[in-house]
């Protein structure tokens, strides 16, 4: 939203586009988990075109590739199938809701120097924003809430300028496959709104109801607008305007709900309208405090401000906690407010029943497409800190395309499943150069479930994830390949530093990924062993034997091969004893002296968010504390924290969310450290630091 409590001014807050031919996008989006659409193709377009076989150890194996390329995050050649396979499905922008002035049967825009006196704040504690200035010498008062449980939207409008043309309108968009831009404002022809007839609500007790009708292609969805007192009319060929009824008291009190198709005519109902209070423990007691400023009403949009206030107090409550205010050094407060902003942005954003994209429900990053390799950085600080009930319905997402997967493994002759990369909800892998080469999502799905599992040891917890886990190590002990010198991964293969993308065909043995090998094929055995299964000799025999990692002038380099490392992007061997634990493969001396040496010089400028508490996790593992938090605060362009807690890397990237997660998961490590760790508590701190925390899971 912006300053209005809604999203009056798009154009205010752009985003840069990728390419310069494109207008810019906006931050102001109304995206969803099911909001998806696909731009009707051409022709039946299919992965076949941008298949290349690559020389492996194993003879010839299929790829999904590309004809073009991507330089500097831009498309270059690409063919007409590979541009729309990227670009579809993509995220789609529901509604653009904001005020207008309408003193007559045409609306105007309201402009920005329109507004004096502005002053907003978002409520941590109640999840509610709090927005108010001054329109034509009319002060305006507005709350605005998301429900919990409901893809909808409560507005609770005060002003006398409701009685003079300050009226509330949503417009509809087409589908957009631009970066960033989610929504497609110059194709009115390809979709169609349709209010329909008012009608009781059987959500809201005495208020009506109108549901708006949308068709794009094969997208469907509705929206529902609830309320009382107020008019509801379809002004344009995409535009619903809301107003209060001539007469009536000065307050738009409206709901918003959106509902994807097969879903009814009205609302989901989930339950009482508001958020049962999570159960809190001992000695904390719920406040009971009214959500300002329009306290007392029943009415859509208080009822939905209420869910929210109920949610996240019982949110804040439950979970862990970590407290630095006692410290004197100046960072404990600057990383107090990034750990505790981050951890609203990302139940916000990374929760869902999808992985997140890397800018998650605010703009459409990569088209909305959510890249696997990233999910650990988005979800697995949810069971590190007490909340794996937020980390489930995203790895249950793991079960909807096994079998997409494990195609994918097959037709390469590999074993399990082969996870994909840059993907939408149905799973299909997208043409690139870099992505489906890449490794690291493989051993995932182990990591977040063995997460889940320590968060509640269970055998439903076992059960529930077991085949995710199995068919995961299946493929990855079917991907190493026995040498005269051990097991080796690849070649093709693209490591988690993506600066050797153009050297694909010929890479081999990345530290880090083959440290993850080695745990990850260790972590799945052990979950057979938790079930009373028999052991799977090759896991072992694999785990075992893996070649160790290349050493070069007594430090770890990124790659088996030359030019062993370059000092670009993401310095990723440092993940093989930071993000995991210490493994066979590691050596801790020689890793404290990779540290050193990436710290000495590296090329800041191309790192990414998540670095720097990949960073962090290593110093903390190896006994420096200081420069953990010197490095997870260090003053760099990619690890900029916004005052909403936004970890800014561009303008065209002006969020990043794994930047957020990262660092939860790394002061998850610093203060409650790891099994078999130091005895003293919080090993990541500097011992001048005052670290109290309650909830932390402790790593492996």
């Known amino acids: ?208 109801t109108w549901t708006v009708h949308r068709e794009l292609d094969d997208a469907r969805y509705r929206m529902v607008v609830s309320g009382s007192g107020l008019v509801v009319e379809q002004t344009g060929r995409h535009r619903i305007r809301i107003s209060t009824l001539p007469g009536a008291p000065a307050v738009l009190d409206v709901a918003l709900a959106f509902v994807p198709a097969g879903d009814g005519d009205c609302i989901p109902r989930t339950g009482d309208d508001t958020f049962p209070p999570a159960e809190l423990p001992r000695g904390v007691a719920k406040t009971g405090a009214a959500v300002g400023p329009f306290p007392g009403s029943n009415s859509p949009g208080n009822s939905i401000a209420a869910a929210s206030a109920d949610h996240w107090e019982g949110f804040w409550s439950t979970g862990a906690a970590v407290e630095l205010d006692a410290t004197a050094d100046a960072r404990a407060k600057e990383l107090e407010r990034r750990i505790v902003l981050s951890q609203y942005l990302t139940a916000v954003n990374c929760a869902g029943s999808l992985p997140p994209q890397e800018t998650g429900l605010v703009c459409n990053s990569w088209r909305g497409r959510f890249h696997l390799e990233m999910h650990w950085w988005h979800a697995a600080h949810f069971a590190l800190w007490g909340r794996a009930d937020l980390l489930l319905p995203s790895l249950r997402w793991y079960s909807t395309v096994l079998e997409t997967s494990r195609q994918t493994a097959r037709v390469q002759g590999f074993d399990g499943v082969r996870w994909p990369k840059q993907v939408g909800p149905d799973g299909r892998e997208s043409p690139s150069p870099i992505g489906t080469f890449l490794l690291w999502q493989q051993p995932h799905p182990i990591y977040l479930a063995e997460l889940a599992y320590r968060a509640n040891p269970c055998k439903e917890v076992l059960a529930e994830f077991a085949e995710i886990v199995f068919e995961s190590a299946s493929f990855m002990a079917s991907f190493a390949h026995p040498t005269a010198r051990g097991f080796e991964l690849g070649p093709p293969l693209v490591p988690a530093q993506e600066s050797y993308g153009a050297l694909r065909a010929s890479v081999t043995n990345p530290t880090f990924e083959l440290a993850y090998w080695q745990w990850g094929l260790r972590t799945a055995a052990s979950w057979r062993e938790r079930l009373g299964l028999e052991p799977v000799a090759a896991w072992q025999d694999v785990a075992g034997g893996l070649v160790p990692p290349r050493i070069m002038d007594g430090v770890y380099a990124a790659i088996d091969v030359e030019p062993f490392t370059i000092r670009t992007d993401h310095p990723s061997m440092l993940c093989a004893l930071g993000v995991l634990p210490l493994t066979d493969l590691i050596d801790e001396d020689i890793m404290r002296a990779t540290l050193a040496d990436v710290l000495a010089g590296w090329d800041w400028e191309s790192t990414w968010g998540w670095d720097y508490p990949v960073m962090a996790m290593a110093a903390a593992r190896l006994g420096d504390p200081e420069a953990a938090v010197d490095v997870l605060l260090r003053d760099a362009g990619k690890n900029t924290v916004l005052p909403n807690g936004h970890n800014r890397q561009t303008d065209s990237l002006p969020l990043y969310l794994p930047g957020n997660g990262g660092l939860l998961a790394a002061t998850a490590l610093m203060a409650a450290g790891w099994d078999n760790g130091p005895d003293r508590r919080s090993p990541g701190f500097p011992p001048g630091w005052t670290v109290r925390w309650e909830g932390l899971l402790p790593f492996p």
């Open 1 to 208: 939203m912006d300053l209005t409590g809604v999203q009056t001014f798009p154009a205010e807050y752009p985003v840069g586009a990728r390419d310069d031919a494109l207008a810019p996008g906006t931050l102001l989006g109304t995206l969803s988990q099911w909001g998806w659409h696909s731009r009707p193709a051409e022709e039946p377009y299919g992965l076949a075109g941008s298949t290349v076989s690559y020389d492996s150890p194993r003879g010839p194996v299929p790829y999904v590739d590309m004809v073009g390329d991507i330089v500097n995050d831009r498309e270059t050649g690409t063919s007409a199938a590979e541009t729309w396979l990227r670009a579809n499905p993509h995220r789609l922008d529901l509604a653009r809701i904001g005020f207008m002035l309408a003193p007559g049967p045409t609306e105007q825009a309201i402009s920005r120097i329109d507004l004096a006196g502005t002053a907003q704040t978002l409520d941590l504690w109640t999840g509610t924003v709090h927005s108010g200035f001054t329109l034509g010498g009319r002060p305006v008062n507005v709350l605005t809430a998301c429900h919990p449980r409901r893809d909808e939207l409560g507005l609770h409008v005060e002003s006398a300028a409701l009685h003079v043309g300050l009226v509330l309108c949503v417009d509809f968009p087409y589908g957009s496959e631009a970066w960033h831009n989610a929504a497609d404002w110059n194709r009115p022809e390809a979709h169609t709104t349709t209010l329909g007839e008012p009608v009781a609500s059987e959500v809201h007790p005495g208020s009506t």
